[in-house]
């Protein structure tokens, strides 16, 4: 009975108008008086964090903090994926019959997660892909999981639903619901990846290094799609982008080109940068990787 009724207030919720006001607040020079309290509420470790947390200017700017780049080591091999995230996996496997698993019970389409374009759908029609949370206490910050192109970008608007465990397990079709903001890479030797930031009840807005034209949670209805000629180059472990608050990101690869560490499993916690899966090297028939087990 609670769940129907925690459903009911979160779709008659004014969730956008929210998630703006909210974005709004923290951006006010005084909410850098609760950035302590913050701290103490959801445990960071500010060991890593770049800059003393009283140089902060207000709550927003430490929600996308940076932290100092010998804490988050990039694992090294033209053949490493890497985590783009701070977060915890809350799924993970392969992509069947167009489908990818939310929860128990819960699938979603590949098709209207990327908005029903084929020429970006079909690549991935029986691949992998990564489900990961972050949480209002993870680093905030998306980067790059492989040396990679740009090649494109989709903006679909959409519900702002929360994405933590309640969200997940209770509604269906969350992540295709809620606004996703899609960057297609061509990989240097993984083939073509999307990743889907998705955005999330609180979330200011999705923001990413090579578009400063696209803005998100805004009263706009109209799918935007972007190619970009030429492509924007970036480096494995390079900033692609980042969220004004907690979110989730699905990271999706195309059939045959990688193979998930057997650590990664629903409930791992991951850091930017970490080792989550090798190319899969195909010899004379057989499909190979390095140790599974290794990252």
């Known amino acids: ?53 009283d140089e902060f200017e207000h709550l927003l700017a430490f929600f996308i903090r940076e932290l100092r780049p010998e804490t988050r ?8 994926v890497v985590s783009p995230v701070d977060g915890t996996i809350s799924q993970i496997g392969m992509i069947e019959e167009g489908m990818l698993f939310q929860a128990k019970g819960i699938t979603y389409s590949l098709e209207e997660l990327l908005g029903q374009r084929q020429e970006h759908v079909s690549p991935f029609y029986g691949g992998s892909f990564m489900t990961i949370y972050l949480s209002p206490s993870d680093y905030h910050r998306i980067h790059m999981p492989l040396d990679g192109k740009v090649v494109a970008c989709t903006h679909i608007p959409g519900n ?26 061509d990989s240097r030797h993984c083939g073509k990846i999307a990743l889907v930031k998705v955005g999330a009840t609180n979330v200011g807005s999705i923001k990413v ?16 799609h972007q190619i970009y ?67």
């Open 1 to 53: 009975m609670k769940q129907i009724w925690l459903r009911i207030v979160w779709r008659w919720l004014p969730k956008r108008v929210l998630s703006r006001w909210i974005g709004k607040l923290c951006r006010q020079h005084w909410s850098r008086r609760l950035i302590p309290y913050y701290v103490r509420r959801f445990d960071i470790d500010l060991n890593p964090v770049k800059r003393p947390v």
């Open 73 to 80: 080591p990039i694992a090294e091999g033209d053949d490493v």
């Open 160 to 185: 702002l639903y929360p994405v933590n465990k309640f969200g997940v397990n209770s509604i269906t079709g969350l992540f295709v619901a809620n606004e996703r903001l899609i960057s297609y890479i």
């Open 209 to 224: 290094c090579y578009d400063q034209n696209i803005t998100t949670n805004q009263k706009v209805k109209k799918v935007m």
């Open 229 to 295: 000629e030429p492509a924007h180059d970036l480096q494995k472990g390079d900033e692609l982008g980042w969220f004004e608050f907690g979110s989730t990101v699905i990271l999706l690869f195309e059939p045959g080109q990688i193979e998930w560490l057997n650590t990664c499993v629903p409930g791992t916690k991951l850091q930017m940068g970490q080792a989550v899966a090798y190319k899969l090297i195909k010899r004379r028939g057989v499909n190979c990787t390095r140790d599974k087990n290794t990252g």
